[in-house]
């Protein structure tokens, strides 16, 4: 085992140590700080010309309803070529030599058609390759919620990589790049790299001002067919603070362009499909899946490709899967997926063997110089290709070794459903002595996308470890979830302490259905950090252990769902696995980028609730109540009643976004090389999303506060100076009987103005409230430079009735902004009733709901309606109270009655 470093990494002679000591604390004085699927039933042909998708309505459809096989098979058009990544044009390699065409694998073997010069919208032109290792491709690291950030002084992340068997029996090498914070101290810091829990190498964190690539052997033996666990961890130190707050100063980012796995080009591109989960990502660890769509296509057709994704995004564990579409792709990242009938595949180019299919076919091209992976889905007839859709999705054994078992469990969070125990060596943490100031351990768990959320139970943490003697009277444990502190627990024994079962009661309202982070910290300042002595953070005392048999223990959980939640759908694809009926992807007038869209969105959503979801493709509005629905479209192409019942007002977005409306394309930015390398340093330095534009974002406007005064005094009341009133005063002092019935009148009727003028005072505040609300909510959502909206509505009390609209200026403008917030990072943020995504940088911002309804998704047995019901109490505590308070009349006039007839009676 060996690191193939730069010389400045490596550590300096023992007999120079007292030297670089010396060097050192001048450094630091010139240095600033700082399933099965139900067959497609089509409703019309459809045309891809030009890039746009026009509907054209068959013959077949002109007196009685068509058979699928004749509509689909209606020759209606040809696509337009989709303009290739600007990405994927920077980091596509070249190759040195052609690799001999492999076997298709699949259903029936399919020799790979010849190799055939790209068309130039086809792919970009790849550069120049800058590996020094001829004939070896970088296998990149698929993207995750993490990120590539590791923060603090102590931070890991890990990934479970799916190797084939050839791929696994290569000798490989793991390439490492990365770039650090100036205020990292490289003689006290290091990143470690391990392979299914055996380190593999280590470095120092020297790379302050620019990226910097270590390359490791593998020892043979470590790596197994199926998913291993890859772990990269850091230990950091600081230059010159040792308070708690400049560790909040220290990180170290990975690249993903230039880290993964050196393989041969063989290897690389081989495919298998029961290796989909071998698939490269590209460089910024998106799946890029080119969908091929025949020259004559149907929403039947669409439907089948949105299917596909989703396996490939669900099983392969690809948090990132980008789809476009256009003819047949090359490059070695990514691959090409062509669906439909045997005749209309066979006219797309390289792909003339499938002509003469005669039953379903699937099959595996591997990638050849000029064509990416390419698999196959087609048939003689409709039900033909049905079946070998069926046969696509059959999920294969999982396999691999156990520690990639594990990871692949534990990605993107480890599932649990309540009333378990789970030890958080399964989620990915490792034992550790620790030696720093602030101590960081996260782990992510998905709760039910039904998960009631509220303070009816508490998550039991059993923390295992122990910390050092002589911590100042500060130094404690901290349970963060989801970025809240949940529960601390001070450090008190001066003498330290060790344990096996100290148990850190978790408020169960802090979680929330799907994806939650949650992490273990410790404060551990002491004495010596006031002298903050380099020698003394290079070779510093353990002050804290952490033992990965630390245990997590969930209650039951009450189950019902919450509408509207765009959280549960983004993080666990509730409503559209959790309805009775098919639910429905709408797209009123698709064209090749909202396809495209629309295939990414179901993919992502797949991959987030952990299984493909059986999407109901249709052009036509789904009636209310027929399956949870889907809307992706254009501003311009919704209908104003679709866009009024998800709680958007039609005219006000038409009138924000105006010329954006009509634009038919909005492309990216051309850049320059030397742009490009600045943009990256950008993306990398600030920890942005790759994805997105990193335009200058506008200035913010200032919105004018709300103003909630309300004047509810009411205008004095006119003197009265007629005989009446004289009248009625002499009255009053000659009779006092009728004076008091009289004054307690008036004071009734006072007393019922003042509360009708309250009540109408109260009424006229809430509408103003209201009103103001809405006012600002519309000033946020209603912006010309808002790229996209996401919002949803519950139309009806089961999930079947929950509608969901994703749309944008227009529909190239869509498919950008898609690819942005698939971003696991950005689409974490995603939240409430209503989602508005800023492309510049990836930033969301949310409304919450005014209203929400719930949706009954279990059987509402004894057990699940006691939780429900403690659930509801503890987040409305005035109704908790009140009912308390009849409960107890109601047994003191019961225990009055009981006792009153009880006993011996006096005569």
């Known amino acids: 085992m060996r690191a193939n470093t730069p010389n400045r990494n490596r550590p300096p002679p023992a007999h120079s140590r007292a030297a670089a000591a010396l060097t050192l604390l001048f450094t630091m004085a010139a240095t600033p700080a700082s399933g099965q699927f139900a067959p497609a039933s089509p409703d019309l042909g459809l045309l891809l010309g030009a890039g746009r998708i026009a509907l054209t309505p068959p013959p077949a459809l002109g007196g009685k309803p068509a058979s699928a096989e004749a509509v689909d098979r209606i020759a209606v058009g040809s696509i337009r070529p989709a303009p290739a990544w600007g990405r994927a044009a920077l980091v596509a390699p070249a190759f040195a030599a052609s690799v001999p065409a492999g076997t298709a694998q699949g259903v029936a073997n399919v020799a790979p058609p010849p190799a055939r010069s790209p068309s130039p919208a086809a792919a970009p032109a790849p550069l120049p390759t800058t590996d020094a290792n001829a004939g070896f491709v970088l296998r990149h690291l698929p993207n995750n919620v993490q990120g590539f950030r590791l923060s603090g002084e102590t931070g890991a992340s890990e990934w479970p990589i799916y190797l084939s068997a050839a791929q696994a029996r290569s000798r490989l090498r793991f390439r490492l790049g990365y770039i650090s914070a100036v205020s990292v101290m490289p003689e006290a810091s290091k990143i470690t790299v391990s392979i299914n829990d055996v380190e593999i190498g280590a470095t120092r964190v020297a790379a302050f001002d620019k990226v910097e690539s270590v390359d490791f052997d593998i020892p043979a033996g470590i790596l197994e067919p199926g998913f291993n666990a890859l772990r990269i961890a850091v230990d950091e130190r600081h230059r010159v603070d040792c308070s708690l707050e400049a560790t909040y100063e220290l990180w170290t980012q990975i690249d993903p362009s230039q880290t993964g796995f050196l393989m041969p080009i063989g290897e690389s591109r081989a495919l298998d499909l029961a290796d989909l989960a071998a698939l490269p990502p590209d460089a910024q660890g998106v799946l890029p899946v080119r969908a091929v769509l025949p020259g004559r296509t149907s929403p039947g057709n669409i439907e089948r490709v949105i299917r596909a994704v989703q396996i490939i995004a669900s099983g392969g564990h690809f948090e990132q899967p980008m789809v476009d579409v256009g003819p047949m792709a090359g490059g070695d990242y990514g691959v090409n997926l062509v669906i439909g009938l045997a005749a209309d595949v066979a006219a797309t180019p390289d792909l003339a063997e499938f002509a003469n299919v005669d039953g379903p076919r699937l099959a595996a091209l591997p990638a050849t110089p000029t064509r990416r992976a390419t698999i196959v889905i087609t048939g003689r007839t409709q039900d033909d290709v049905n079946r070998a859709l069926v046969a696509f999705g059959k999920a294969a054994q999982p396999r691999g070794s156990l520690a990639g078992l594990r990871a692949s469990q534990a990605f993107p969070g480890y599932r649990v459903s309540g009333g378990q125990t789970v030890r958080l060596s399964d989620l990915g943490l490792h034992s550790v002595e620790f030696s720093g100031r602030y101590f960081r351990a996260g782990f992510n768990i998905v709760m039910p996308a039904d998960f009631y959320s509220a303070d009816y139970a508490k998550v039991l943490l059993d923390l295992a470890g122990g910390y050092a003697p002589g911590l100042s009277s500060s130094a404690k444990i901290i349970v963060a979830i989801n970025g809240r502190n949940a529960v601390s627990a001070p450090m008190s024994n001066s003498h330290g302490e060790v344990f096996t079962d100290k148990t850190l009661p978790l408020p169960l309202g802090f979680f929330r259905p799907g994806l939650n982070r949650i992490e273990i910290q410790a404060q551990l300042s002491d004495a010596a950090d006031a002298a903050c002595e380099p020698l003394s953070a290079i070779a510093g005392d353990k002050r804290f252990l952490f033992l990965d048999s630390t245990t997590l223990r969930v209650p039951r959980l009450a189950r019902i769902g919450r509408m509207p939640d765009l959280a549960v759908t983004a993080s666990g694809g509730f409503p559209f696995i959790g309805g009775t009926k098919q639910p429905k992807l709408y797209a009123p007038s698709p064209d090749t980028s909202s396809i495209a869209a629309a295939a990414t969105l179901a993919a992502r959503i797949a991959a987030s609730a952990g299984r493909p979801i059986d999407f109901r493709f249709t052009v036509t509005p789904p009636p209310v109540g027929s399956g949870a629905t889907l809307v992706v479209a254009a501003a311009g192409q919704i209908d104003p009643a679709t866009a009024r019942a998800v709680g958007l007002d039609p005219d006000r977005m038409r009138a924000a976004w105006g010329d954006r409306l009509a634009a038919s394309s909005e492309p990216r930015d051309q850049l320059s090389p030397a742009d490009v ?175 929400v309804r719930f949706v009954v998704t279990q059987p509402l047995s004894l057990s699940n309606v006691r939780l429900i019901a403690a659930s509801w109490f503890s987040l409305n505590a005035s109704a908790y109270v009140s009912l308390v308070l009849v409960v107890a009349f109601i047994l003191a006039i019961a225990t009055h009655g009981f006792v009153s007839n009880v006993g011996r009676r006096a005569e």
């Open 677 to 851: 390398r600045a943009r990256d340093r950008l993306v990398l330095q600030k920890n942005l999303p790759a994805a997105c534009h990193l335009r200058r974002a506008p200035a913010a406007v200032a919105a004018p506060p709300i103003d909630l005064a309300i004047l509810l005094a009411s205008p004095p009341a006119a003197q009265k100076t007629d005989g009446r009133e004289l009248f009625e005063q002499w009255s009053e002092r000659l009779a006092g009987e009728e004076r008091w019935r009289k004054w307690i009148g008036e004071a009734g009727a006072k007393l019922g103005a003042l509360a009708r003028d309250l009540w109408r005072g109260t009424i006229d505040e809430a509408q103003t409230f209201v009103a103001d609300g809405d006012e600002q909510a519309a000033k946020m959502i209603y912006q010309r430079d808002t790229s996209l909206l996401i919002a949803q509505s519950a139309r009806g009390a089961t999930a079947d009735d929950v509608w969901t609209l994703v749309t944008s200026p227009n529909s190239s403008v869509l498919a950008q902004s898609v690819e942005c917030v698939s971003d696991p990072r950005v689409w974490r943020q995603v939240d409430g009733r209503l989602s508005i995504l800023d492309d510049s940088d990836g930033a969301v911002s949310s409304l919450p709901p005014n209203k």
